[in-house]
């Protein structure tokens, strides 16, 4: 269930716990990441090392790469979307259904394709593609230029695990449809409430997670921030193609700064506008971070409020 993800809720979901059963409605089991420090504390370590030994009920679905950041990023032969740092994982050319083809009167400004700073976000939580599935995999000769907008099995299932690692190949897939979840690899025979092999006991659902392509009921991206609009806060700070709010006058786009990307059609609201993928701290360096990796914590709808003036 949904709240259980921000750590106020997560005690509240540990309270109803014993008293929720009956009526069918499944509470996820309390997140095991300990969201501090370091993205490897995170949900977004997808070696999932912080599980332990229970790690390995993953290596049935995703390659164990072993190293945090090569999920997303790699230090040679990136892709070729600079916009993105570094980036090592596959971008399908997907075309998205946008939330202006809702049809609301009351947006004001034009919706485009999700943008770079999107995509990223979309590589994995679209559910087009496996979340193992990069360009540049560790170690010598593991690198496939054609990764970069196509996912190759072959490709992924030729990494071979190294000493100490569960003796399982095969990668996952995020594939909602049919064919991807009769792959037991497939995060969501697991990880969903109507999985197969779901244990709401032990394991977190994700159903949430895997967004689609359907973007109608999502926060708009790609979206303009309206300038001159007594209804909206504009950013204080330009840095290339970051405007932001600089809480702290440094004059630099601080993790914890809500911003907006221009990729060409003036600044926009893209996913890292509210979240950042490293986690960021809820209160100084070392403390819990934010839940959902918000840039600022929702309590109160701070996070809303940084733009829309309600
Ligand atoms: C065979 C069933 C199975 C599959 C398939 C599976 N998982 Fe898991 N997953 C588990 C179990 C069981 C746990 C809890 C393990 C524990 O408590 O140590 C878990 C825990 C996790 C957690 C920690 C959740 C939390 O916040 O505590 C993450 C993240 C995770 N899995 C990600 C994935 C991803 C990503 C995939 C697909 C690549 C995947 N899992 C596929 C069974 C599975
Ligand atoms: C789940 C994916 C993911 C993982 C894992 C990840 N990153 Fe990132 N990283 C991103 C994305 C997405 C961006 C771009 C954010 C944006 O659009 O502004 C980024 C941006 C960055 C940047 C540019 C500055 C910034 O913070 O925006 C650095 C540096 C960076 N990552 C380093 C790392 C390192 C080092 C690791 C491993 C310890 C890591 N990242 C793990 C997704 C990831
Ligand atoms: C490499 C694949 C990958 C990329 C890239 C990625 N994610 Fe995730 N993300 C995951 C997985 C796997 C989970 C765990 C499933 C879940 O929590 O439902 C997750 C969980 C989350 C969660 C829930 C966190 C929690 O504590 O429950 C949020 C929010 C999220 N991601 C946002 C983002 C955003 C925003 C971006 C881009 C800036 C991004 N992710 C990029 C794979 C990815
Ligand atoms: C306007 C701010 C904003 C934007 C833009 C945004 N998100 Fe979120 N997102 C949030 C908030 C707030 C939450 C926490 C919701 C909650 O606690 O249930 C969240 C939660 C999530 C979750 C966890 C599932 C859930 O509903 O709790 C995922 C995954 C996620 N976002 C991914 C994305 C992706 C991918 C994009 C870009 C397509 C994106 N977000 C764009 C504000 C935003
Ligand atoms: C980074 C700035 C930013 C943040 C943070 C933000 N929004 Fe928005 N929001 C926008 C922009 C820009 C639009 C599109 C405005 C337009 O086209 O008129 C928008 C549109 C919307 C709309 C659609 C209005 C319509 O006419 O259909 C709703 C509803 C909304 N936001 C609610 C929220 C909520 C709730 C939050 C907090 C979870 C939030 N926003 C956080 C910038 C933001």
Redesign the pocket.
């Known amino acids: 269930m949904?709240?259980a993800?921000?750590s106020r809720a997560m005690q509240i979901g540990v309270c109803l716990a014993g008293l929720v059963p009956a009526t069918g409605m499944a509470v996820d089991p309390p997140t095991k990441a300990p969201n501090f420090g370091t993205v490897a504390n995170t949900r977004h370590n997808l070696t999932q090392s912080f599980l332990g030994t229970g790690a390995g009920w993953m290596s049935l679905s995703r390659n164990d790469y072993g190293e945090v950041c090569v999920y997303c990023h790699t230090p040679h032969a990136a892709s070729g979307r600079t916009q993105a740092p570094l980036w090592n994982r596959t971008q399908r050319e997907t075309t998205y259904t946008t939330y202006d083809a809702l049809g609301t009167t009351s947006l004001s400004q034009a919706v485009s394709q999700?943008g770079a700073n999107?995509l990223t976000?979309?590589s994995c939580?679209d559910g087009t593609t496996a979340i193992d599935s990069v360009i540049n995999m560790p170690g010598p000769r593991r690198y496939d230029a054609g990764q970069e907008t196509g996912q190759s099995n072959s490709f992924l299932d030729s990494w071979s695990p190294g000493p100490g690692d569960t003796p399982f190949g095969g990668h996952g897939s995020l594939d909602n449809s049919p064919s991807g979840l009769s792959q037991f690899g497939a995060c969501q025979s697991c990880h969903s409430i109507n999985g197969d092999q779901h244990d709401p006991s032990t394991m977190a659902a994700f159903d949430?997670?895997n967004?689609a392509t359907d973007?109608r009921n999502?926060?708009p991206?790609g979206v303009r921030f309206p300038t001159d609009n007594p209804d909206y806060r504009s950013g204080t700070t330009d840095r290339g193609a970051v405007r932001f709010f600089d809480g702290d006058g440094d004059a630099r786009p601080d993790p914890d700064e809500v911003r907006f990307y221009d990729t060409g059609d003036g600044f926009e609201?893209?996913?890292a506008?509210?979240?950042d993928p490293h986690g960021v701290p809820s209160d100084g360096a070392g403390s819990t971070f934010n839940?959902?990796f918000?840039r600022v914590a929702?309590s109160e709808s701070n996070?809303?409020l940084s733009?829309h003036v309600k």
């Open positions: 949904r709240f993800r921000s999700p999107s976000c979309l939580h949430i997670f967004i973007l999502d926060h991206v609201v893209e996913c506008s509210c979240h839940p959902a918000l929702n996070l809303c733009c």
